[in-house]
């Protein structure tokens, strides 16, 4: 909880607020202000879909195809594996990209962001950004410091939704490229700390199950 904080802490310090062009905490030599950037703007914007279910070639059961990610494979902000894996046929009819991609959830689990380390297809509900010339672990902080706002595109729906237009008219404060890689690699380290933190949590929650069930009749 206290790392959570701290992150929160400093996404609102190491970001500028809205309408702002300067964050409150920098790293030392930079003082360039920010400029306002569409998400289209950033690198190639792909959507995401799903090669027919009903074509049993396009799927493999053996865990050994092709990565195929839905918002229910994230759960952290870097991705490796997926539930459901593409065949060699289905990932040519997938919608691809390179790893270190964002991808950013914009139907229904909206805010369910990553990072890809292996190339990856991905569903209907998810908008990659192809990082063009900017840094994709900046690109995905700057997305978690704005969440609510970029969920509020979606209205109040019955299933939020954020259309591809949408999306890449979204815009969000962006320094030079050398400060963009300072800030990825600042936030980087939080979350990795972040999760071996809630890795240890997990087996000692196990470990309490385990005791529980063998202690008490």
């Known amino acids: 909880d206290k790392l959570l904080a701290m992150k929160q802490a400093y996404l609102h310090e190491m970001f500028p607020a809205e309408g702002e062009r300067v964050p409150k905490r920098r790293f030392a030599g930079f003082t360039d202000p920010w400029e306002q950037r569409e998400l289209g703007d950033l690198g190639d914007v792909v959507t995401g879909n799903t090669p027919s279910t009903s074509e049993k070639d396009n799927w493999t059961d053996d865990g050994r195809g092709h990565v195929w990610i839905t918002p229910a494979d994230i759960n952290w902000l870097i991705v490796s594996d997926s539930e459901r894996r593409l065949s060699d046929a289905g990932w040519k009819k997938a919608r691809t990209v390179p790893a270190k991609s964002v991808l ?26 192809v990082p063009s010339g900017n840094d994709a672990y900046f690109i995905l902080s700057a997305m978690v410091k704005e969440t609510q706002r970029f969920a509020s595109l979606a209205g109040q729906t019955a299933t939020a939704i954020i259309n591809k237009t949408e ?42 199950q385990a005791f529980l069930h063998e202690m008490f009749v």
């Open 104 to 129: 950013i959830t914009s139907i229904a689990s909206i805010g369910k962001n990553a990072i890809n380390i292996v190339p990856s297809a991905f569903n209907q509900q998810i908008n990659a950004i």
């Open 167 to 208: 999306f890449e008219k979204f815009t969000i404060s962006l320094p030079i490229l050398d400060e963009q890689i300072k800030i990825g690699k600042f936030f980087a380290r939080i979350d990795c700390l972040i999760a071996l933190e809630q890795r240890k949590l997990a087996k000692v929650q196990s470990l309490k």
